[in-house]
C-alpha cells in the first residue's frame, strides 16, 4: 500500500486473515475511505480478537469497512465489483440485493443471472458486518434512484433500534423484502459459526419486521418470486382478484389459494361477460375464475387469449390478474398478445403462471418475462406474488397515514 | 358400435355430451364391460340428469364407466393410452398418478415427461366419478406390482369410508400423496363448475388423511417434489439428518428448516470427522451442518465431495443426507462421485439441492436424477421431502403396530 504514489479510495484485502491487521495499518497511513474484507477466518472461526482488532484501526483512521467473510459489492452502473464469483450476464435493473454471506450469495448472483429477467442495480454482501451494519446499506439504497426495491438475506441483527428506524422510513417509498435465518434455536447456534452473529429470538424479528411494514419470506424462492412481482408490476390499489386459466383445476387451486392469502374472487361485470361471451361457446358458463379452455377450442389460442385478458385487465372490479397457461408440444402459442404490447396502459398486475412441456413454457416464460410480466412455474407461487403486492400495498397506506 | 363385428371390451367415448347415452345404449347391447366418457358438458356444467342417465344404462348392463369430464387412462406397461394430450417420453416407472381433472393432468404429464426423471406406472383421469369412484382407483394400483407409490389430485370424494377403509390399508404398503382443493368456501363453489363435485369440509378431509396415513401435500410443488423423493430413494430409519453444504447460509437455512419440520441435526461421529479431516484444512471447524467450500478449496471439488459424502453417508448416527452443491461456470462439476456408482448400497435417504448457473445446475441435476438421487433448486424444499420421508415412514411403523 506504502508504495502506491496515487491516493486510494477503497482497498479490497483478500489475503490470509493474519495478515489483514498489518494490511489495514497500512491502508490507514495511507488515508484509504473504505476497505472490503473479503478474507474469512475471524469471528465465523471463534477470533474474535483479530476481528476487534480490525475494528480499532478502521474507527481510529475513519476507515469504513465492509466484511470480513464477504464477497463485498457490486454497482451494475458502473461495473465495479470486488466479488470473486463471476457474475457476468448480470443484467442492470431496480432491484438492489443484500446479504449476509459470500458464497451464498455468489451462487444467488449466478442463479438470478442465469434464470431471472430483472435485473439489479447494486449489491451489497455484508460478511460479519464488524463495521458497516445493515440499517446503513438499507439506507444508502433508499436514497438510490436506480433501486425500487431492496432484497435481503440475513442471519443476525446488531443494531435492531437502528434497523427498525431506518427500515420504517424506507417502507414507505420502498418494499423490503427480507430472508431471515437463524430463526430456530439449533439454526442459530449454526449463524454463530457461519458470521459470527447472534440472530436473537425470532418472535421479536417478526413484530419488527411487522412494525416496520417489512415483507418477511421464508425462503430463497419467496424472495425470488416475490421480487420479480414488485420489479415488473406496479402494485395493486385492492385485493380483487380475476384468475383466467386454460384448465379448470387451475381455477379451483388458485381460488384456494387466494382464500387463503387474504384475496377475494373479484366479481366480472356484465360488459366484461358480454365481451367474453364473444369468445366463448354459447354452452359454458362465464365465472371468474374464468374457464378459458372451451374459448380456446371455439376461438383459438390467440383469439381467446387476446379477448379474455383484454376484458378481465379493463374491468374496474378487477384489481389484480392472474392468467394460468397450459401449453403443449405443437401448440401455438400466444407470443404476441396485444396486452403484451400495450404494457405501459396497464395500471394493475398481470401475473402468469404456465404450465406444460419445459421448452415451451421456458419460451413462453422469455417472452413474457421480457416484457416485464412475472411468469411462475406453479399457480400457489403466482398467488402468493399477487398477495404480497396487495398487502405490502395495504400496509403502505397505513404506514403513510401514520407517520 | 352395432357395425363392429368382433367383441369390445372397452368403449372410449369422445363425442358431443348429447350423443353419449345414445352410445351408452349400444355399448350395452354389445355387451362393452368398461367405458371411458371423456366428453364433458355433463353435472360440471349442471347436466345432473344427464350424468344420471348414463349412470341408469351403466349399471343395467354391469358396464363400469370412468368419466365423464376426463382425459381418460394411461398404461406405460402396455402403452394403452385414452388421453387427448401428447403424451409421448413419458418414463416407465413406479409412480402411479390419480387426478379429478381433463386439461390439468394433461398438462401436469406434459410437465412430468419434459422436466422430471422419474417414471410413471399407470394414470387415471377420474373426471366426474359418475361410476368409478377414487378408492376403486386406489384399490386397483395397491395391488398393482408396477406401482410403488401413489400421487393424487382430488376435489371431492364422494365415499368418505370407503376411501377412508381402502387407504388405510394401501398406505401401510405404498405411500399415498393427496393433493386436495376446493378446500376453502370460494375454492369449492369453483370445483362445483370443474368437476360437479361436493368438496367438504377441510377438516373433515384433514383428520381422515391423518387417520389413514395419507400424505396431504399444498401445492402441485410439493406433490412433485416429494414423488421424485419416494420414487427414487429408501425411507429413513429415524430423524437424524447431516447437511453437507457448499455455502455456510445453506447449512444455516437447512438447519432452521429441519428444525421447523420435526428433524433432528444429527450429531457426526469421531471416526466421521476424522475422515472429513483428510480433505479439510485445520483452522476449519468441523460440525454439522458440514460447510464443505474450505475443503473443496484445499482438496479440489471432487476429492472434497467423493470423501465428506461418503463419510456422512456411511456415518451410523444419521439417517438422512441432504448436500447442497453451488456450482459455477468453469466449474469442476462432480459428476462422477464414487457415491453415484454404489446407489445400490446405499441404505438411507441422499437428496440434493443445486443453486447456482442454471445451465450448470440442471446438467448437474440430469446425472444426479438419472441415478436416482432427487435433486432440488431451493434448500427447503430439500428438506421438506426428507421430512415427509421420515413422517411416513414413522407413522407406517405405528400404522402396521395398530391394524
Known amino acids: 500500500m506504502d508504495l502506491i504514489p496515487d491516493e486510494v479510495d477503497?482497498?479490497?484485502?483478500?489475503t490470509p486473515a493474519s495478515t489483514v491487521v498489518e494490511i489495514m495499518e497500512s491502508c490507514a497511513r495511507k488515508g484509504v475511505k473504505a476497505a472490503i474484507v473479503v478474507s474469512s477466518g475471524f469471528s465465523e472461526e471463534g477470533n474474535k480478537r483479530l476481528e476487534q482488532e480490525i475494528v480499532k484501526i478502521a474507527?481510529?483512521?475513519?476507515?469504513?469497512?465492509?466484511g470480513p467473510n464477504t464477497t463485498g459489492v457490486l454497482n451494475t452502473a458502473n461495473n465495479f465489483i470486488t466479488t470473486f464469483v463471476p457474475i457476468e450476464n448480470l443484467r442492470r435493473g431496480n432491484v438492489a440485493l443484500v446479504a449476509q454471506t459470500g458464497m451464498f450469495l455468489g451462487a444467488m448472483l449466478r442463479s438470478i443471472a442465469s434464470s431471472q429477467h430483472f435485473g439489479v442495480s447494486k449489491v451489497v454482501g455484508l460478511g460479519n458486518k464488524?463495521?458497516?451494519d445493515d440499517w446503513e446499506a438499507l439506507e444508502y439504497l433508499a436514497q438510490d434512484p436506480e433501486t425500487a426495491l431492496i432484497g435481503m438475506y440475513i442471519e443476525g441483527i446488531k443494531d435492531g433500534r437502528g434497523f427498525l428506524e431506518v427500515s420504517q422510513r424506507v417502507t414507505k417509498e420502498k418494499p423490503v423484502l427480507i430472508l431471515k435465518s437463524g430463526i430456530t434455536e439449533v439454526g442459530s447456534k449454526v449463524v454463530l459459526s457461519h458470521t459470527g452473529s447472534l440472530s436473537g429470538k425470532d418472535e421479536v424479528f417478526d413484530a419488527a419486521c411487522k412494525q416496520a411494514g417489512i415483507i418477511r419470506v421464508r425462503s430463497l424462492e419467496e424472495l425470488i418470486d416475490l421480487t420479480k412481482a414488485f420489479a415488473f408490476q406496479p402494485l395493486p390499489r385492492g385485493n380483487r382478484v380475476a384468475v383466467v386459466s386454460f384448465t379448470g383445476a387451475g381455477g379451483v387451486i388458485a381460488t384456494d389459494a387466494c382464500a387463503e392469502n387474504g384475496?377475494?374472487?373479484a366479481r366480472i361485470s356484465r360488459e366484461t361477460?358480454?365481451?367474453?361471451?364473444?369468445?366463448?361457446?354459447?354452452?359454458?358458463?362465464i365465472l371468474n375464475p374464468v374457464d378459458l379452455w372451451p374459448a380456446v377450442e371455439a376461438s383459438g389460442t390467440i383469439e381467446a387469449c387476446n379477448t379474455a385478458i383484454k376484458a378481465i385487465v379493463e374491468d374496474e372490479g378487477v384489481d389484480e390478474v392472474i392468467v394460468?397457461?397450459?401449453?403443449?408440444?405443437?401448440m401455438v402459442l400466444p407470443c404476441d398478445l396485444d396486452i403484451l404490447k400495450e404494457k405501459r396502459h396497464l395500471?394493475?398486475?398481470l401475473l402468469f403462471c404456465i404450465i406444460g412441456d419445459k421448452d415451451y413454457a421456458e419460451l413462453m416464460t422469455g417472452v413474457l418475462e421480457r416484457r416485464g410480466f412475472p411468469v411462475y412455474p406453479y399457480i400457489t407461487r403466482a398467488v402468493k406474488a399477487s398477495a404480497a403486492m396487495h398487502r405490502y400495498s395495504a400496509q403502505r397506506k397505513r404506514l403513510c397515514l401514520l407517520f
Open 59 to 66: 474507527k481510529r483512521a475513519g476507515i469504513r469497512v465492509i
Open 347 to 349: 395500471d394493475k398486475p
Open 324 to 330: 394460468i397457461l397450459a401449453v403443449f408440444k405443437g
Open 263 to 265: 384475496l377475494a374472487v
Open 273 to 285: 361477460e358480454k365481451r367474453l361471451r364473444r369468445v366463448t361457446p354459447k354452452w359454458h358458463r
Open 130 to 132: 464488524c463495521d458497516v
Open 10 to 14: 477503497t482497498a479490497i484485502i483478500a
